[in-house]
Nanobody
Framework: QVQLVESGGGLVQAGGSLRLSCAAS????????MGWFRQAPGKERELVGA????????YYAASVKGRFTISRDNAKNTVYLQMNSLNPEDTAVYYC????????????????????WGQGTQVTVSS
């Protein structure tokens, strides 16, 4: 069982930055692939980025590539999402997700591939 708690959301002006954190409980965090998703009102939940449990493999949605960076610190049981050059289209509730895997380089792109979810943190970007 893994529990995930996101933090770091808030209100920011367009062009600004935020760093989201997702703290995980459980001793096997280092064998969990992680993902960040977001969901805006009236829209489906979409992948923002994903990272393998070793941290060596990442994937980004085209809409955030070059602006967002996903990273993890397995010693701290935490995954991060650094968001730069934010624009109003990035406004959404951001969720982190986790799933166990035996493949150290695996990343997972679909919501139904993840087993555990956080409660979400709101990110609002004003124009």
């Amino acid at each position: 069982q893994v529990q995930l708690v996101e933090s770091g959301g808030g209100l920011v002006q367009a062009g600004g930055s935020l760093r989201l954190s997702c703290a995980a409980s459980g001793r096997t965090f280092s064998t969990y692939a992680m993902g960040w998703f977001r969901q805006a009102p009236g829209k489906e939940r979409e992948l923002v980025g994903a990272i393998s449990w070793g941290g060596g493999n990442t994937y980004y949605a085209a809409s955030v590539k070059g602006r967002f960076t996903i990273s993890r610190d397995n010693a701290k049981n935490t995954v991060y999402l650094q968001m730069n050059s934010l624009n109003p289209e990035d406004t959404a509730v951001y969720y982190c997700a986790a799933r166990p895997t035996s493949v150290g380089v695996a990343v997972f792109l679909r919501p139904n591939e993840y087993q555990y979810w956080g409660q979400g943190t709101q990110v609002t970007v004003s124009s």
